[in-house]
């Protein structure tokens, strides 16, 4: 199985649907990557993702990943350096903690869908939507890095 079978048609499109919806309060960009494995630390490997898809490009630095790995369920989300600027260091943890809360109970998808609304209303108070926003990062999921 692959990471992208991992999620039905509806779930996919649940997820790119919430990132629509918290990139219309905040100019923040959110991805999400999803891996079948990750073998060392979900963090090393979240950023290297986030090059990849040249997320440290944004306008603002505020790009934000959500990276998972589906079957040893390892998680990590990180922020581009203009959003480390201007948050708390613990930014990312309540959001962690509430989608590892819905992951334990099989939630994948409704996890994933929580913490980019949760992502998307935290990041508007530092980096709010402009009238004249646009789509810097694609919505689309990304799958299974090499
Ligand atoms: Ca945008
Ligand atoms: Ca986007």
Excluded at 37 to 54: H, M, Q, R, W
Excluded at 103 to 111: I, L, N, S, T, W
Aim: glycine share 6%; aromatic share 8%.
């Amino acid at each position: 199985m692959s990471a992208r079978e991992a999620f039905s048609e509806a779930e996919q499109l649940s997820i790119i649907q919430a990132i629509k919806e918290a990139e219309k309060d905040t100019s923040g960009e959110i991805r999400v990557h999803l891996d079948k494995t990750c073998s060392g630390d979900p963090y090393k490997k979240a950023i290297k993702v986030f090059e990849n898809l040249n997320m440290h490009k944004t306008a603002q630095h505020n790009g934000v990943l959500f990276y998972l790995s589906i079957e040893d369920h390892k998680l990590a989300i990180i922020g581009d350096k203009g959003i480390n600027e201007k948050v708390p260091a613990d930014f990312w943890n309540i959001i962690l903690t509430d989608m590892i809360q819905l992951f334990k109970q099989g939630k994948m998808a409704e996890g994933l869908v929580d913490g980019i609304a949760k992502a998307g209303r935290q990041l508007s108070a530092f980096f709010p939507y402009h009238k004249d926003d646009h789509d810097e990062l694609s919505n689309d999921i990304s799958f299974d890095s090499k």
